[in-house]
């Protein structure tokens, strides 16, 4: 079922996927034509936090999670889905990567570099609007993060969490039918910010209740309304 009108999930999901999107002919032959692209392996880091960004990065194919390293864990920041832009904050402040970045499946990503991006930055009123309406939509996602962590419980927060991701791994969806989630609870856990063991407490409960079923690392999501109700978003 679709949850548009039920929970506003345009707070809490960025929109980057749309900053390429029905570019100019011209500008989007400069911004292919020195791209290259990299599969990535499970776990494998595309950038790490503090380092140089020589471009930014677009994935093709999987998913990628963002995040940083606090007290030697990780906190995920961000799932990035198919279709969006990773590492443009850093190329567009002339800094290092403010967190990092690692495929959280086969993914395949492409490579574009920062030259060119700003080539077509500089021709492309398109693309300069673009990225101030996406950067600006990202910091109110960032923003309604940090108040979820201030002020939701552990069972709201994962509640919230699967409904987000649930819309990420809507691929060739069928109303009607469970969307399933891919992910490690280690991961899942690291999003929420959280442990591992409350994730697999809070699970149990869902399951209990025919919210959802698990298929080892699989998540599969039957009842989203009962989520929404526990995720308790006013």
Do not use: C
């Amino acid at each position: 079922m679709s949850i548009r009108g039920l929970f506003p999930i345009d707070k809490w999901d960025f929109k980057s996927e749309s900053i390429l999107m029905n570019l100019p002919d011209e500008d989007f032959a400069i911004l292919s034509a020195n791209q290259s692209e990299q599969p990535y392996s499970k776990g494998e880091v595309i950038f790490r936090e503090g380092g140089y960004p020589t471009g930014i990065f677009y994935i093709k194919e999987g998913k990628v999670k963002k995040y940083k390293l606090i007290d030697g864990g990780e906190q995920i920041i961000y799932v990035a889905n198919s279709g969006e832009l990773i590492g443009y904050h850093a190329v567009l402040s002339e800094e290092r990567f403010p967190d990092s970045a690692a495929a959280l499946e086969e993914s395949v990503v492409g490579f574009i570099p920062k030259e060119d991006f700003f080539e077509v930055l500089q021709r492309s009123n398109i693309l300069s609007r673009r990225l101030l309406k996406t950067l600006s939509h990202e910091f109110t996602v960032l923003a309604n993060g940090m108040t979820l962590f201030a002020q939701r419980s552990v069972r709201e927060r994962l509640a919230l969490q699967l409904i987000v991701l649930r819309e990420k791994y809507k691929t060739n969806f069928k109303p009607g039918e469970p969307v399933e989630i891919n992910l490690s609870r280690e991961d899942l856990a690291s999003l929420v910010g959280t442990a591992k063991e409350n994730i697999v407490r809070i699970l149990s409960e869902f399951k209990e209740k025919e919210i959802l079923k698990t298929k080892g690392r699989k998540i599969v999501i039957y009842d989203v309304k009962k989520l929404i109700e526990i995720a308790n978003y006013k």
